[in-house]
């Protein structure tokens, strides 16, 4: 699937609630199921600065590909960085940088978006453009460094 | 005492909704609302008589530093203080700290003297020390703090010496709501010579402060925290200080002769307050002092500890709640955390149910690193909320149990 039909799939499955407690309800249960991150890369390099509970985030480049792992000590903000996971991971990096990441407003969850909300959600979004920039300069195609950002 | 729904009335926020749900405000702690009073001279300022005070020449001019100044003394009159000279606006709590450790400092303090704070306090009255002590050569000295959250008075009596050159403390814990025996810590520091600076920004607003009685030798409180505007906050310093101590702020108003060989300062209070000063919000807090004072400082004190014997009582049975801070003495704040739920959770949820608590460390990282905690839930009621809302609170935290476990 496309940047934009993972987008569009996420926004229909949150367009079904209008209540904030079951979209709440959907971002834990994703949070529960993101895949763990290796532990040893929950380490200060990895952490996302800016966001008031810690998130990790880990790049990885495959063939071209940049997948991504990541974890959180809160449950909603795990939930978040899994659907940008869903929707950033395992892409070009050409596609991470121009991609236009719409379902954020379309799924209300714009006013965390902003740089002085805590939870980062602008951060993280920041961090894997970065990420992606820097395999696209680098052209490294061997392992992720934490180090540089 | 109005009732209340007559207070409530008087702030009309507090009829807003949030995602359709009425507005729970517990966040006083951070900021408190604004009764229409206080709007309406903020109001009447801009449309009536906005002019720069001290300056003029001209009518509204004249108008606008007779009411500054009247501010002035309403806020002399509350604090209870002797005189108009020892009432210095600035634009906070923090201001006010900064210009003491800059102005004392440069002053009194040299290479080895100390300074004690608490282990409770602010980053605003922490930092500014350590920037003292770095530029001074001073070591910071902290009084540390039980399981309870109170100061341990044995262990201050320890720390306090002859090489200590003030006390920095607060009145209330912003994280915990714990209330600090001053009378004692000042007692027992002017037994031995030495200043001290009340931190009054979270004790204001919830009693009466006397600080003749109390004899520190500075207060500094925030407007906005006792339901005045933002951006005006107040120091109170003792004159025999604030003669001695030098401005910490070039600018207009506060000189009395400038020439480029020399210039000598105005007098008290005018000689730290540089530059034009946020007159309306000065003259908006004393609004809100009078408020204050119509509404009764010992109503607002007693109004506030039911609410807190409420709130302990409804949140004590929700299981996996715990209560961070349980002093005795406390003003009208909880602060908590559930089972193993991250705070930021519990607030999101509790935000999309119309509650307003703040999460986090509250600027007070000392206090979360002593209970080895990286931030908690703060529910910070003050005389305006009502039990139905603590219900609502309740109700909302079972939810957030419910959700994540």
Redesign the interface.
Known sequence: MTVTQVQDTIVDEFSVFDD??DK??LL?DMGKDLPAIDSKFKTRDFLIEGC???VWLHPELRDDHVFFSADS?????KGIVGLLIRVLSGRTPDEIISAELYFIDKIGLRQNLSPTR??GLLSMVRQMKLYAMAYKATGDRHQASGEGR | MKNIAEIRADFPILNTKVYGKPLVYFDNGATTQKPQCVIDTMNEVYTTYNANIHRGVHAISDRASEEYEKAREKVRSFINADKREEIVFTSGTTASINAVAFSFGERFIKKGDEIIISNLEHHANIVPWQMMCDRKGAKLKIIPVNDNGEIIPEEYHKILSAKTRLVAVTQVSNALGTILPVNEIIEAAHAMNIPVLIDGAQGIQHGVTDVEKLDCDFYAFSGHKIYGPTGIGVLYGKEKWLTDMPPYQGGGDMVENVTFEKTTYNELPFKFEAGTMNFPGAIGLGTALDYVLSIGRENIAAREQELLEYAATRLAGIKGLKIYGNSPAKISTISFLLNNIHQYDTGMVLDKLGIAVRTGTHCAQPVMDRFGIDGTVRASMCFYNTKEEINILGTGIEKVISMFS
């Open positions: 904030w407690m709440y309800n834990i008031q509970s810690k000590d809160a449950i909603i903000t805590s939870n």
